[in-house]
C-alpha cells in the first residue's frame, strides 16, 4: 500500500494569515484524501531555531537534543513533506531556516564519505514547497530572486540531503491580491495537494 503520511511544517506567525489559510486548505485536502498527518506550527510550537555550540557537540557523539529527537521520528514516519512559510528577505522566516539548521543535522539528514562526497540520507521523501510572496512574478523572475530561493531550498538544502522529489510553487502578489484572486489560489493548492 502506498505510504501517505504527511508532515507539515508551518512557518508564520499568524494562523489566520493566507499561509494560514493556505494550511487549512491543505489540511482539509488531505482529510479528506484520508492521508495521516501531523501538522506542524512552529511558532505555536515555540520551536528554538538556534542551532548552538551543544548541538554540535552532540552531533560528534551522535546523539541529539530532545526536540530534535521528536522531528526525526516525524520525519521518518513521513514519506511527504511540506514546507509553507512567506517569503521574508528572500528566503524562509528564520523560524524555518532554524528548523533546517537544527533538524536536518549530520547523522540524520546526510552524512560525509570518506571520498569527500556527501551522502544524502532522505532518499526516500517527497517534498513540496509552498511560499508566498509581496513581488509580483515579473519582479521575482527577472530579479533572479525566484531561480535563487529554488536553487537554494531545492538543491543547497533538500537535495543536499539526498531529496529528489520535490516541487516548489511561489504565488505572488498576495499582499495586493482581491478575495476572487486569493480564492483561485487556494483552488490552485487545493489542486497541488490532489496529486500529491
Ligand atoms: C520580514 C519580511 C520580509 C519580507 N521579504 C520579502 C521579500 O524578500 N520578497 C517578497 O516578495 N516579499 C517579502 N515580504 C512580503 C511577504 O512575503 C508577504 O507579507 C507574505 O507573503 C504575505 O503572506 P501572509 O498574508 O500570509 O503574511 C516580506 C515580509 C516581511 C514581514
Redesign the pocket.
Known sequence: MKNTNTLIVFG?P?PD??????LKTIENKLDEKQYEYISKNLYQLNFNPILTIDDFGRMENSTVADDIALEHADIEWAKNIIFIY??????Q?AIVKGWIDRVLNKGFAYVPQEDGTVKGLLSDKTVMII?????DEQ??VQSG?EDAMKKIMLEGTLGFCGINNMFYQN??N??TTTEAEREKILSDVDYLINAL
Open positions: 508564520h499568524n494569515s493566507f499561509n494560514g489559510a493556505i512567506p517569503v521574508w528577505w528572500a528566503g522566516p511560499t508566498t510572496s509581496g513581488s519582479t521575482m530572486m504565488f505572488y498576495v499582499l
